[in-house]
């Protein structure tokens, strides 16, 4: 089984300011999947990155990039130059394996303001 | 070519009475799952499918609450007399193994137990 910790509850940054969201996982699986997903007002989960437990090489796409320690067992999400429209609830959600399911953390509330 | 579709995307009920939630997941998607996620409350799995068959059932919450799916598509939540604590969104989600274990989820079916 899994456990995530996501400990900011909520984060608010002005507009063009790098936010970074962290998340902290527990597991006994050796290997496992790490996820990021952002749910804006209006409800869907929109999939934003996967990370394989096996390649903790960090990479950046667009204004995204993450931070995978598999030795702190942390995932962090970082937004560079945030807009308005980041503006979401993101979760980070672990996977022990293929057949398993996600398990998601309570989510951090992000607030981009003008 | 659509994403996961959920319907109905409201559903205002009276308690007692049952309700049927149905998801079709994106075409070609051999795993789904069911997702709860009540107001002020994290994401809840219900359910799991491998094709048609059930190999995780542990967040089912009562035995009010049942799911099917049938030829390996299109799935359907069912919650027999409903309760004011099942109020909440229904999130259905679909998989395609060959893809490599990304889960993209529907817009939610809102029910509202009056």
């Known amino acids: 089984a899994q456990k995530v910790t996501q400990a900011q509850t909520e984060i608010s940054v002005v507009e063009k300011e790098d936010v970074t969201l962290d998340c902290v996982y527990e597991t006994r699986d050796t290997t496992y999947y790490l996820f990021w997903y952002k749910q804006p007002p209006s409800g869907e989960l929109v999939f934003l990155i996967r990370r394989n437990s096996f390649d903790e090489q960090n990479e950046i796409s667009g204004r995204y990039s993450w931070n995978f320690q598999k030795s702190t067992s942390s995932f962090n999400f970082t937004i560079t130059a945030s807009q308005v429209v980041d503006s979401a609830v993101y979760f980070c959600?672990?996977?022990?394996?293929?057949?398993?399911?996600?398990?998601f953390g309570t989510g951090t509330r992000l607030q981009v303001t003008l | 070519g659509a994403g996961v579709s959920q319907s109905p995307s409201n559903k205002v009920t009276e308690k007692g009475k049952d309700v049927e939630l149905r998801c079709d997941p994106i075409?070609?998607?051999?795993?789904l799952y069911w997702y709860r996620q009540s107001l002020g409350q994290g994401l809840e799995f219900l359910i799991y499918?491998?094709?048609?068959?059930?190999?995780?059932k542990s967040g089912l919450p009562s035995d009010r609450f049942s799911a099917e799916r049938t030829g390996g598509s299109v799935s359907t939540l069912t919650i027999q007399r409903t309760q004011q604590e099942d109020s909440a969104v229904y999130l259905c989600?679909?998989?395609?193994?060959?893809?490599?274990?990304?889960?993209?989820f529907g817009e939610g079916s809102w029910l509202t137990v009056v």
């Open positions: 499918f491998q094709g048609n068959s059930a190999p995780d």
């Open positions: 959600a672990p996977r022990g394996g293929a057949a398993s399911k996600l398990t």
């Open positions: 989600a679909s998989e395609d193994r060959a893809y490599g274990n990304t889960i993209y």
């Open positions: 075409s070609g998607h051999t795993a």
